[in-house]
């Protein structure tokens, strides 16, 4: 790859081939227009050179090939919800917006499959497949705005994952476009299928850093027809950690089961006091879902398996209305931690079940240690918990002890045999601490694979690698 420019601007050479490319509106190349294309979740700012708005996969080829060409960097984005910096312009270049791509080409009731272009948003995906009484069942909380290119190339999952498993279990095919804006089409439209390697799963979740999706084959499943809700309420968070291990351990999986920490309950309660008991200390909000006839034997096996745990109380929802009111109780932490800590660190660590309860008392006694505030909730059915870190980036003595206790963090993972990602990705907010849970010979091979997909290396450079 050519050195890159230090001035943040394009050769004014393939300005113009991309703007004759993308025609009137498809090349952002003001500063402010950049500026709305420099930030993520994370919380850092990286400007962009340019902002390519491609409105189909001709003009997306178009622009890698133009850049391939001139060595320029290109990053994937799609609606720029992502928590590790996935979608920044981190060694400058042209940010490769799929938000122009989203049409749903095709949705196959019968055979349980919809073809959609990455720039649909999950949300609105779910209310298309809802009139086929289908639906795809990753859910990440920001469903209303991300779009499916930034779940599959994140591998974004969500509370549904207990039960349906991740992105990649949810993905039959994909035609993506390789770094030089050739065309790879691998998967296709049958649930088996074991011709040569697995190429679609290598590709989901590898951060747009091997190629640039342009049509996903999504497989579906029947869309519940009713669900309960139930909370638990238990006196400290380590009883609510093994609640989690026995429930998962026995009877049918719930469709979700999610814990909340001490300090997520009290955000909980300046605004949804009802749903916490006044002396709860860790909170669990499950849900069942079936056939109307079977649904409400369910939430009472569930409640009994939650009540053998010695809970403060075990309640089911008593109606639709009120499950609504806790799933928006939940939902409202991370916006509500964002106010409160706009530059928070978000991590999404994973330990197996059984290991929940060593994870929220080891992140207690790092929190207590280390003076940072930590609020923690998340998929406890996966062993998913989100560790929210509360910082002030002005005060540089906060930011070192941030530092200390992920260094600690993620220590307490690993010894837990667990992971440093289950959903957010690596971007560039975990790339020099991947080495700690990757074999070296592991983390060269996909060196050498990285290298063999995009030789020049311009495919959203800076992330996943140190």
Request: aromatic share 4%.
């Amino acid at each position: 790859m050519v050195p890159l420019k230090p001035d943040s601007e394009l050769d004014p050479a393939l300005r113009e081939a991309l703007g004759r490319l993308l025609g009137a509106g498809g090349l952002l190349t003001g500063a402010a227009q950049r500026e709305a294309y420099a930030w993520d979740n994370a919380g850092r700012r990286f400007l962009p050179w340019a902002v390519a708005l491609p409105e189909n996969r001709e003009q997306v080829a178009g622009v890698l090939r133009l850049c391939h060409d001139a060595g320029v960097p290109v990053v994937p984005r799609g609606a720029g919800s992502g928590c590790v910096g996935g979608g920044l312009a981190v060694q400058g270049g042209v940010i490769l917006s799929t938000q122009r791509l989203k049409r749903i080409l095709a949705i196959k009731p019968g055979d349980r499959l919809a073809v959609v272009e990455p720039g649909v948003v999950n949300g609105e995906l779910r209310s298309a497949l809802a009139s086929h009484g289908l639906f795809w069942p990753p859910d990440p909380s920001s469903s209303r705005v991300c779009t499916i290119g930034g779940n599959l190339a994140m591998c974004s999952a969500g509370p549904n994952a207990v039960r349906y498993g991740v992105t990649r279990h949810w993905v039959l095919g994909l035609t993506v476009l390789l770094a030089d804006g050739s065309t790879l089409r691998v998967g296709g439209r049958t649930t088996k299928g074991v011709v040569g390697y697995d190429l679609t799963q290598l590709l989901i979740g590898s951060e747009g850093t091997l190629a640039v999706v342009v049509e996903a084959i999504l497989k579906l499943a029947p869309l519940p027809e009713a669900r309960r809700t139930l909370r638990a309420s238990f006196r400290s968070m380590e009883q609510a950690a093994h609640a989690v291990a026995w429930v998962m351990s026995r009877g049918e999986v719930p469709s979700a089961l999610e814990f909340l920490d001490p300090a997520a309950l009290e955000l909980l309660r300046r605004d949804h006091a009802e749903v916490c008991h006044p002396e709860g200390r860790a909170l669990l909000l499950a849900e069942v879902e079936g056939s109307a006839d079977e649904v409400d034997r369910k939430a009472r096996a569930l409640q009994e398996r939650l009540q053998a745990c010695d809970p403060l109380e075990a309640l089911v929802a008593a109606d639709e209305r009120e499950s609504k009111r806790l799933w928006a109780a939940r939902y409202a932490l991370s916006p509500t931690l964002t106010r409160i800590a706009p530059r928070r660190v978000n991590e999404d660590v994973v330990v197996p079940v059984t290991r929940l309860a060593a994870l929220v008392a080891g992140v207690a006694t790092i929190s207590q240690e280390t003076g940072v505030p930590i609020v923690s909730f998340g998929h406890a059915g996966n062993g998913n918990i989100h560790v929210n870190l509360l910082t002030d980036p002005a005060d540089l003595a906060a930011q070192e002890r941030v530092q200390r206790a992920l260094d600690r963090l993620f220590s307490l993972v690993l010894e837990l045999e667990g992971t440093l990602s289950g959903e957010h990705g690596v971007g560039i907010m975990k790339r020099d601490y991947i080495s700690r849970e990757l074999d070296p010979n592991s983390l060269e091979l996909q060196k050498k694979i990285k290298q063999l997909f995009d030789p020049k290396g311009i495919l959203n450079p800076g992330k996943v690698f140190s």
